[in-house]
């Protein structure tokens, strides 16, 4: 999340007419940092940067973050990632072999994330069920020990944010088999995405956005919208975004609204059929 805050804070600053601090407040998948945000006054002076986990704890976490899509108010789906199906250089190099070695080895297999309830957790959880395969979570602490795990093949995949996995795969010390992207990605021009293979509504992808008290008022949130998409349209933000691996949406308030939803259901769904359960 840093790395958008500090590409669009200038030109935010222009827009609003006064300073933007960046403050990253760590702890329990955001959960901390909402409800500060929770409790400042509603006045727009505090937004609040969100990603996939804002949907996932709407289920993992109900006593805590249960009615947050009813006290955040979208503003802009700032970017998004995408995921990438990877394999260990002796595993499955084609998606033809990997579906067949899910369904033929079952719980046999292991696949890695950067911890319960992430994305790719949730993603490699929806991707297995929509194949109908089986295979068993290996949760890490984030993406280096993991990448390392599974380049030894100690563990069988991962789905992995696409800047992660680029020199890996030109390194062939891991094997891309799809990507979860609409089109192809110019980073791995003969990597199929998942609709071409036949499974278009894996959810997978690590997405970006800003929020605010629903009770803002809407004048302001109007402001502070057009602030943002300003500052996504800038020609040198969006290269230094892209040059960081983001693609950038730039999609406004009412329709990253809809996003969420979307999210926040086919999670729940996920996450009651695998059982997922993670620390209050």
Known sequence: ??????AVQASLES??????IVENIAGAATVIAGNEVL???????????????????????PGRTGTWPRAFAPLVQIAIVPHVL??????????????????????????GSPGIGTSPHL???????????????APYNG??????????????FALSNLPDIIQFVAEKRLNAIAVSAAQRAPELPNVQTFAEVGV????????????????????????LEKAWLDALARPDVRKLLGDLGYTILARPGAEFEKVIDRYIATYATIIKEADITVQQ
């Open 1 to 6: 999340m840093d790395p958008i805050a500090r």
């Open 123 to 137: 993603g490699s959880e929806h991707l297995v069920r929509l194949v109908g395969g089986a295979a068993v979570h």
């Open 15 to 20: 827009s609003l007419g006064q300073p933007l």
């Open 86 to 111: 990877v394999t260990p250089p002796d595993g499955p190099k084609t998606w033809e072999e990997f579906v067949q070695r899910l369904k033929d080895k079952g719980r046999q297999m292991t696949f």
């Open 143 to 156: 993406t280096s020990q993991l990448l390392l795990d599974l380049t030894s093949g100690r563990i069988d």
């Open 39 to 61: 409790k400042s006054p509603a006045d727009g002076q505090t937004m609040f940067m969100i990603a996939n986990s804002f949907a996932a704890n709407v289920t993992l976490r």
């Open 200 to 223: 278009p509504e894996v959810l997978s992808d690590s997405w970006f956005g800003i929020v605010v008290r629903r009770d803002v008022p809407q004048p302001v949130r109007d402001t």
